[in-house]
T-cell receptor, first 114, second 111 residues
Framework: DSGVTQTPKHLITATGQRVTLRCSPR?????VYWYQQSLDQGLQFLIQYYNGEERAKGNILERFSAQQFPDLHSELNLSSLELGDSALYFCASSVEGLYNTEAFFGQGTRLTVV | GENVEQHPSTLSVQEGDSAVIKCTYSDSASNYFPWYKQELGKRPQLIID?????GEKKDQRIAVTLNKTAKHFSLHITETQPEDSAVYFC??????????FGSGTRLQVQP
């Protein structure tokens, strides 16, 4: 167990719908990252939050948004869903310092858009 | 931003042989280079990492080398075993930035 909790584990929804994925980072970790992994593909960085503020943005679609709350949990909102959004969405968290440290991944949310 | 290229995309070796996976990065400011192993349907897990002030690091059958001048780093697995079969990702980051991952290498160890 990495200490990073993601809910739900599985999600099936229809095209055009909106879903929210939730992530609770490890205790003490201020950074939260979201990654998308399509079938047999690599890990695509979506967005990073640090202590409630957006720190970096990757290849995140305008239909997607995220936020990090005061208790440091994060939510990834996906709207106007398309079939191509079906993927495994990972959240990761890390402690920050002079050098970056290990990112711990949650078990992922498998999103299926039908 | 950072760009990480990883080769090969697939690698098949016989049990007991060595496996080498190579990555190059673009941002000379990158200072942290972890390697993750991902088994089918599971989360990526760190297997070894190296920082820019170190040229080589070893942990049992796994070693990583870093050449900052050439901006490349490699993962070496010796005496491979069937349980080493998985997808391996290299990554790089600069300070407080998110990890940028390579595209992954699917390693198959044949018994």
């Amino acid at each position: 167990d990495s200490g990073v909790t993601q809910t739900p584990k599985h999600l099936i929804t229809a095209t055009g719908q909106r879903v929210t994925l939730r992530c609770s980072p490890r205790s003490g970790d201020l950074s939260v990252y979201w990654y998308q992994q399509s079938l047999d593909q690599g890990l695509q960085f979506l967005i990073q939050y640090y202590n409630g503020e957006e720190r970096a943005k990757g290849n995140i679609l305008e239909r997607f948004s995220a936020q990090q709350f005061p208790d440091l949990h994060s939510e990834l909102n996906l709207s106007s869903l398309e079939l191509g959004d079906s993927a495994l969405y990972f959240c990761a968290s890390s402690v920050e310092g002079l050098y970056n440290t290990e990112a711990f991944f949650g078990q992922g949310t498998r999103l299926t858009v039908v | 931003g950072e760009n990480v290229e990883q080769h090969p995309s697939t690698l098949s070796v016989q049990e007991g042989d060595s496996a080498v996976i190579k990555c190059t990065y673009s941002d000379s400011a990158s200072n942290y280079f972890p390697w993750y192993k991902q088994e089918l349907g599971k989360r990526p897990q760190l297997i070894i990492d190296i920082r820019s002030n170190v040229g080589e690091k070893k942990d049992q059958r796994i070693a990583v080398t870093l050449n900052k001048t050439a901006k490349h780093f490699s993962l070496h697995i010796t005496e491979t075993q069937p349980e080493d079969s998985a997808v391996y990702f290299c990554a790089a980051s600069t300070g407080r930035r998110a990890l940028t991952f390579g595209s992954g290498t699917r390693l198959q160890v044949q018994p």
